[in-house]
């Protein structure tokens, strides 16, 4: 059977699939809390229906993508200044210069088939058909603790981007073409990281 994989923007009624993607994504022990609400939804589709998104593999919800454009100017940031808790209603910037990820899924059973990059290839795109100058995203290095008490965070991305470290995270998103562009301390909670974010970017190429 040949994989059919279609990216296209989601709508309030899709929110019983977007659930079940998050749901599977991160899974217990993470807080259900923090999952998508219909509330959250609703403020996506309506403050910038464009970079809420969708993937489906034969029919199936596989993925989801959520981005705000905002206009970048290198200063530090924690996920929730920049995502709006998530709701991306006031730091949504309509004039911004910036397509700014805040948000990536994948439902486990269909992953490594390409879903989280047509998610990326999507966004690409998108940062194309609007002009932007860039594509960013807080990026996870769910590797770093394994090497914490011998590299500090720089060297680690360094090491990583040098190809002599794998990071489950950081890897694929060299492999996107996307390139380390700030270090961001206290992004959100996480261990595996020790609470760091690589934020990565990917150019407009029209615009270089």
């Not at 562009?181 to 990917?202: F, G, R, T």
Request: hydrophobic share 35%; with cysteine; charged share 20%.
């Amino acid at each position: 059977m040949n994989e059919h994989l279609v990216v296209t923007p989601y709508k309030m009624s899709d929110y019983k699939d977007l659930l079940q993607i998050q749901k599977e994504a991160f899974p217990p022990p993470f807080p259900e809390e923090l999952w998508w609400s219909k509330a959250h939804i609703n403020a996506h589709v309506n403050t910038f229906a464009e970079g809420a998104l969708l993937a489906k593999l034969n029919g199936e919800p596989a993925g989801s993508a959520t981005s705000l454009i905002t206009t970048y100017d290198g200063s530090p940031h924690t996920w929730e200044d920049i995502s709006d808790k998530g709701y991306i209603q006031s730091s949504h910037e309509p004039n911004g210069d910036t397509l700014y990820g805040i948000d990536l899924c994948v439902r486990p059973d269909f992953r490594g088939k390409g879903v989280a990059k047509a998610l990326y290839d999507a966004r690409k795109q998108l940062v194309t058909q609007l002009g932007l100058t860039r594509y960013v995203a807080g990026c996870r290095i769910p590797g770093y603790h394994r090497y914490s008490n011998t590299l500090d965070v720089e060297s680690y991305v360094n090491n990583v981007e040098q190809g002599l470290i794998h990071d489950l995270v950081l890897t694929f998103m060299l492999r996107q073409g996307l390139k380390p562009l700030q270090i961001l301390p206290h992004y959100v909670e996480d261990e595996e990281s020790k609470n760091y974010a690589v934020l990565v970017e990917w150019k407009n190429p029209a615009l270089t």
